[in-house]
């Protein structure tokens, strides 16, 4: 399997060990979005609140 970043940065020990765990690094930070959505719309309440702040 190759990774177009690997052609770029070359395969070390440190790109090799950020490949293997990038996929978890993608699951945070859509989780991070999700529960930061999340959090808005509970502290907005409604939808013309929201965009009230557009």
Do not use: K, V
Request: hydrophobic share 50%; no cysteine; net charge neutral.
């Amino acid at each position: 399997m190759g990774f177009p970043q690997a052609d770029i940065l070359g395969r070390n020990r440190f790109t090799q060990g950020w490949f293997e765990i990038r996929r978890y690094h993608g699951i945070a930070a859509f989780a991070y979005a999700a529960l930061h959505l999340a959090f808005y719309i509970i502290d907005m309440r409604t939808l013309s609140a929201m965009s009230d702040e557009l």
